[in-house]
């Protein structure tokens, strides 16, 4: 079983030579590559995952002869591999369920470099998850920022231009932030392994000596991922990237990239700084508010939206919000909470962009609501599979998305001083998600007299179908039995340390 | 129906036609208001010019800041509160450097066992007598096979914005590739005829001794790519092409890269499974030593100019 130990490693590599071979490849073959690499890395993590989980403790893997301060590090416990599984199997179905598209949105000769930048940013989601060095982890978050806006962009109108500088401009701030935040941060410690760090944090925090830089350090790190992460008052750049990509690449910036910076802050906060000096510094009730912030004005923009895509993506800035809250609570609890709502939102945002495809496609292609009336009926399995998601989003029992409440509502009811905020702003969120999700899953349900569009069949959209009954089921697993999950989550936290 | 009042009293009422009302039966317009159907607007040329013209003048007036008192207190408030920000993080900052610890004191922090070891150890454990080399792509080897991916990355996006897949703009812009430069200047080529092969050798030198003297793979691979671009701006990309096109940087740009993983995953595996790897250190000092940061700096060195050069590429025609 020792040979596992080399999995993470293999499945970053793996990813990056495939992007490599892929830009010598055509199109097709490019597909190919991609697929296979996404089906292998889901297989590689699984093993990963149990042989972590039988393991009980978190391993180290020196990556090269040179140990601990001197070299290289990765290290994978039972939550990063859990990560890596789930960002696997999403990515997977996010590029299955929107290949469709990308014949009609990127140019021909250039549709093999959509799957080089895919294989790269998951390379870089892995990297992230598994590193245990915070140089590696900025060298991998400059490679996710490029990616990321490639994928952006490589629908070639002029918003996706538009939308793809904006992305870059605040994506830069925020990489620009994290490292200065890093340089000062080495210059306290002389260290870059997380653990090494943070043993010389404790001693910093101990003698009192440097107060002043930690706190700006800390800060800056924080506030520099909170911008990549799209954290509400930093969310303009999110629309526009979200609304008018491609189909797979929405599903995966909305699902994985952020959610890659949120994982990495978790790291930062457990490995790098300590969970205690963190929750200290009083950041995590900045983080707080502006969660709590992001979860009203998140919906009220969807809510006032008229484009059924530019409405999940805002909705996506509600769900951040709920994430930072889970982190402002400063409680185990509360980052169980976030971390399952990292997963659950990662699940059902990613089946309501490729479900939401599903819909415009039979409405001619139109994102409006007017034109959405009755798409339900043209194509039952996007309908029913919006819905699903929908009702997830509003948190429904039976799916995912009430499990993640469910868990925000405890963590709240366990911290005296913020219950009542959390607790009022869970529900006003709840009735204004219902409010935007409802009305669109009831648009699309309202009969239209004689249909102006054709509807499809199974036949024409076989693989997709499949696509999107697979991300049912994983909504539904994670909705009801979602204990494993949630156990492993405490697991992998109590080991993170 | 109520039961307090008689039927015909009752449909006197207001409730009674609020209730006539709710249930659709009553309309409280029909025959009091004139009413006709809405006409069907038709689009025209003439009408489509008109909107246009109107929404453009609408918009002239929003946005012009004589006109709008919000925009224009928008824009100044906009100003004032950006260089308010920029002024307190630039104060924030200047008190945190402040705080540092000062440069060039041997009880700084990060003067610990980590220098220590890459100075006094690093020449015995990678066999470079550039520490510098021996840290990057020994000790950090996967740091640095992260940032060449970066480069590759960055070609991949540069490509999907300007490179013209087009055959018929491909043609259009060979064309006007020097509409308005003079071809085959004299001196350009003569001092090209020139430099080209120092530049060529010096940096191949730089490549080859980057782990024996400040160098290495990015920094001759940069010295190679501006030795591209001067050949091909004397001479154009007919010339080039003969050595250098898109299939042969395909082919150099895949297998340095790969070279270079495939070295790194040695290193990687062999390393952290504490199996003895293979590749020796050599005497110090020499030009075969220095167990794998040779080999990576030919790679990086390669990967490098292969990407300079088709940065200049792609902005002047859209193609290599």
């Known amino acids: 079983m020792d040979y596992m130990r080399n999995f993470p490693c293999i499945s970053i590599i793996l990813c990056l030579f495939a992007g490599i071979i892929s830009s010598g490849l055509r199109g097709k073959a490019a597909m190919w590559v991609n697929t296979l690499l996404l089906v292998v890395n889901t297989v590689l993590s699984a093993c990963t995952l149990t042989y972590t989980l039988t393991l009980n403790e978190p391993f180290v893997y020196v990556m090269g002869k040179f140990p601990a301060p001197w070299g290289n590090e990765i290290r994978a416990g039972v939550l990063e591999s859990l990560m890596a599984f789930f960002f696997c199997v999403i990515m997977l179905l996010s590029m299955l369920g929107g290949k469709h598209k990308l014949a009609d949105e990127v140019e021909e000769g250039k549709t093999y470099l959509y799957y080089v930048l895919t294989d790269l940013l998951l390379s870089s989601l892995l990297a992230l998850i598994y590193?245990?060095?915070?140089?590696?982890?900025?060298?991998?978050?400059?490679?996710?920022?490029?990616?990321?806006?490639?994928?952006?962009?490589?629908?070639?109108?002029g918003r996706t231009i538009e939308a793809a500088v904006r992305y870059m401009i605040m994506s830069l701030l925020g990489s620009g932030m994290l490292l200065l935040g890093l340089c000062m941060l080495y210059d306290l410690t002389g260290h870059l392994l997380?653990?090494?760090?943070?043993?010389?944090?404790?001693?910093?925090?101990?003698?009192?000596?440097?107060?002043?830089?930690?706190?700006?350090?800390?800060?800056?790190?924080?506030?520099?991922?909170?911008i990549k992460s799209a954290l509400f008052p930093f969310h303009a750049w999110l629309p526009d990237a979200y609304g008018y990509s491609t189909?797979?690449?929405a599903a995966m910036l909305s699902s994985l990239v952020s959610k890659g910076y949120i994982f990495l802050l978790i790291k930062i906060i457990y490995r790098v700084i300590g969970f205690n000096v963190y929750h200290d510094t009083r950041i995590i009730d900045v983080l707080f508010l502006f969660g709590v912030m992001g979860m009203i004005f998140g919906s009220l923009s969807a809510i006032k939206e008229n484009d059924v895509r530019r409405m999940i993506a805002y909705s996506s800035v509600a769900q951040i919000g709920y994430i930072y809250m889970g982190f402002g609570m400063g409680t185990q609890a509360g980052m169980i909470a976030s971390v399952f709502h990292i997963l659950s939102h990662a699940a059902t945002k990613s089946l309501l962009f490729i479900a939401a495809i599903g819909l415009t496609d039979v409405s001619g292609g139109s994102r409006k609501f007017i034109e959405l009336t009755g798409s339900g009926y043209r194509n039952k399995w996007a309908g029913v599979t919006f819905t699903v998601g929908a009702l997830s989003m509003v948190g429904v029992p039976l799916f995912s998305g009430f499990i993640s409440k469910l868990l925000f509502a405890q963590a709240a009811v366990q911290n005296?001083?913020?219950?009542?905020?959390?607790?009022?702003?869970?529900?006003?969120?709840?009735?204004?998600?219902?409010?935007?999700?409802?009305?669109?899953?009831?648009?699309?349900?309202?009969?239209?007299?004689?249909?102006?569009?054709?509807?499809?069949?199974?036949?024409?959209?076989?693989?997709?179908?499949?696509?999107?009954?697979?991300?049912?089921?994983?909504?539904?697993?994670?909705?009801?039995?979602?204990?494993?999950?949630?156990?492993?989550?405490?697991?992998g936290l109590a080991t993170f340390a | 129906m109520s039961k307090l009042k008689p039927q015909e009293e009752y449909e006197k009422t207001s409730a009674f036609r609020f209730f006539r009302w709710l249930s659709g039966n009553y309309d409280p317009y029909v025959g009091k208001v004139e009413m006709k159907p809405q006409e069907e607007?038709?689009?025209?040329?003439?009408?489509?010019?008109?909107?246009?013209?109107?929404?453009?003048?609408?918009?002239?007036?929003?946005?012009?800041?004589?006109?709008?008192?919000?925009?224009?207190?928008?824009?100044?408030?906009?100003?004032v509160m950006a260089i308010l920000f920029c002024i307190a993080l630039v104060g924030v900052l200047l008190v945190t450097v402040s705080y540092l610890p000062p440069s060039g004191n041997a009880a700084n922090p990060v003067n610990n066992v980590v220098s220590e070891r890459y100075i006094e150890q690093g020449l015995e454990e990678t066999g470079a007598l550039n520490s510098v080399a021996g840290m990057i792509l020994t000790y950090r080897a996967f740091d640095t096979f992260g940032e060449t991916n970066v480069l590759f990355i960055a070609t991949c996006c540069v490509m999907i914005l300007l490179m013209v897949d087009d055959a018929i703009l491909k043609k259009q812009e060979v064309k006007n590739d020097r509409r308005f430069e003079p071809k085959n200047d004299a001196i350009l080529q003569g001092a090209a005829f020139v430099l080209c092969p120092i530049i060529f050798i010096f940096g191949i030198y730089i490549i080859l001794n980057g782990h024996l003297s400040p160098g290495g793979g990015f920094s001759g691979g940069s010295i190679m790519g501006a030795g591209l671009?001067?050949?091909?701006?004397?001479?154009?990309?007919?010339?080039?092409?003969?050595?250098?096109?898109?299939?042969?940087?395909?082919?150099?740009?895949?297998?340095?890269?790969?070279?270079?993983?495939?070295?790194?995953?040695?290193?990687?595996?062999?390393?952290?499974?504490?199996?003895?790897?293979?590749?020796?250190?050599?005497i110090p000092g020499h030009i075969l030593s220095g167990g794998i940061i040779l080999p990576i700096d030919i790679c990086v060195g390669l990967e490098v100019a292969c990407t300079m050069y088709a940065f200049y590429a792609l902005f002047r025609r859209g193609g290599l």
């Open chain 1, 131 to 157: 590193t245990n060095d915070m140089f590696t982890a900025y060298v991998f978050v400059e490679i996710n920022t490029i990616a990321a806006c490639g994928l952006i962009m490589i629908r070639q109108n």
């Open chain 2, 41 to 79: 607007s038709v689009v025209t040329q003439e009408t489509m010019i008109e909107r246009m013209r109107e929404a453009e003048m609408v918009r002239g007036k929003v946005y012009d800041e004589e006109l709008n008192k919000a925009a224009r207190l928008f824009h100044k408030t906009y100003v």
């Open chain 2, 229 to 282: 671009i001067l050949y091909v701006s004397a001479f154009g990309f007919k010339k080039t092409q003969r050595f250098f096109d898109e299939h042969i940087y395909k082919i150099a740009k895949i297998t340095a890269l790969c070279m270079y993983g495939l070295i790194g995953t040695y290193f990687y595996m062999t390393g952290a499974n504490g199996i003895e790897n293979h590749i020796p250190l050599g």
């Open chain 1, 416 to 491: 005296h001083t913020k219950m009542l905020p959390a607790l009022i702003v869970l529900g006003i969120s709840t009735i204004l998600n219902a409010i935007y999700f409802m009305k669109t899953v009831i648009r699309i349900y309202t009969p239209v007299g004689d249909a102006a569009y054709t509807s499809v069949t199974y036949k024409d959209i076989q693989s997709c179908a499949v696509v999107l009954v697979a991300f049912i089921v994983l909504n539904v697993i994670l909705g009801i039995s979602s204990q494993p999950v949630v156990d492993m989550i405490q697991q």
């Open chain 1, 194 to 226: 997380m653990s090494n760090m943070k043993e010389s944090v404790a001693m910093i925090v101990a003698d009192g000596s440097y107060e002043i830089p930690l706190i700006v350090a800390i800060v800056l790190m924080s506030v520099g991922l909170c």
């Open chain 1, 247 to 249: 189909a797979s690449s």
